[in-house]
Antibody, heavy 124, light 107 residues
Framework: QVQLQESGPGLVKPSETLSLTCTVSGGSISSYYWSWIRQPPGKGLEWIGYIYYSGSTNYNPSLKSRVTISVDTSKNQFSLKLSSVTAADTAVYYC??????????????????WGKGTTVTVSS | DIQMTQSPSSLSASVGDRVTITCRASQSISSYLNWYQQKPGKAPKLLIYAASSLQSGVPSRFSGSGSGTDFTLTISSLQPEDFATYYCQQSYSTSPTFGQGTRLEIK
């Protein structure tokens, strides 16, 4: 049973860089895509970006200039860095496995395993 | 960006009711649509993928339908544990987007 656990500082100062790590246990990080998603207080879900275990990435266009996602297969971890944060970046941050399946000649993807989430507050 | 719009934003229902939640995409997304359930303080949980495929372990009272721009999530007989917020998510583009959520409350 694959499990994900987010870790990192719960408080970040404005203009600094938010850094989080997701540790994958119960399975290998290899051969999968891994995503970061966030949820501001009382609001909906926003996809931040994903990384393939090989290192290729794709980011939300609205955050692309500030986001870096990296992977460390030796530690079975992947990480998120979000630079120049403001109060608008205050949210619960989730990591998730993005599974891709083939069916009827099409490729579908969905987030099937999620971490419990970690709250990050941006404040001085 | 593909915009996803859910209706209603909130819904009150009773245990045993049949409930339908709608999700509309701003362009055709074929059957590239997923549904998630989120309870307060918890991570989202995958219910339905590819518009109508039930995720393993999800009760059969949940079902999904639709194609193109219009999709529905149906709960055939509401159980107490189903009161939660539900999100649709498109996987047509390489940048997934979510609906704003539908909060299902006890009447």
């Amino acid at each position: 049973q694959v499990q994900l656990q987010e870790s990192g500082p719960g408080l970040v100062k404005p203009s600094e860089t938010l850094s989080l790590t997701c540790t994958v246990s119960g399975g290998s990080i290899s051969s999968y895509y891994w995503s970061w998603i966030r949820q501001p207080p009382g609001k909906g879900l926003e996809w931040i970006g994903y990384i393939y275990y090989s290192g290729s990435t794709n980011y939300n266009p609205s955050l692309k200039s500030r986001v870096t996602i990296s992977v460390d297969t030796s530690k079975n971890q992947f990480s998120l860095k979000l630079s120049s944060v403001t109060a608008a970046d205050t949210a619960v941050y989730y990591c998730a496995r993005q599974l891709i399946i083939a069916a009827a000649g099409k490729y579908y993807y969905y987030m099937d395993v999620w971490g419990k989430g970690t709250t990050v507050t941006v404040s001085s | 960006d593909i915009q996803m719009t859910q209706s209603p934003s909130s819904l009150s229902a009773s245990v045993g009711d049949r409930v339908t939640i709608t999700c509309r995409a701003s362009q055709s997304i074929s059957s590239y649509l997923n549904w998630y359930q989120q309870k307060p303080g918890k991570a989202p949980k995958l219910l339905i993928y590819a518009a109508s495929s039930l995720q393993s372990g999800v009760p059969s009272r949940f079902s999904g339908s639709g194609s193109g721009t219009d999709f529905t999530l149906t709960i055939s007989s509401l159980q107490p544990e189903d009161f939660a917020t539900y999100y649709c998510q498109q996987s047509y583009s390489t940048s997934p987007t979510f609906g704003q959520g539908t909060r299902l409350e006890i009447k």
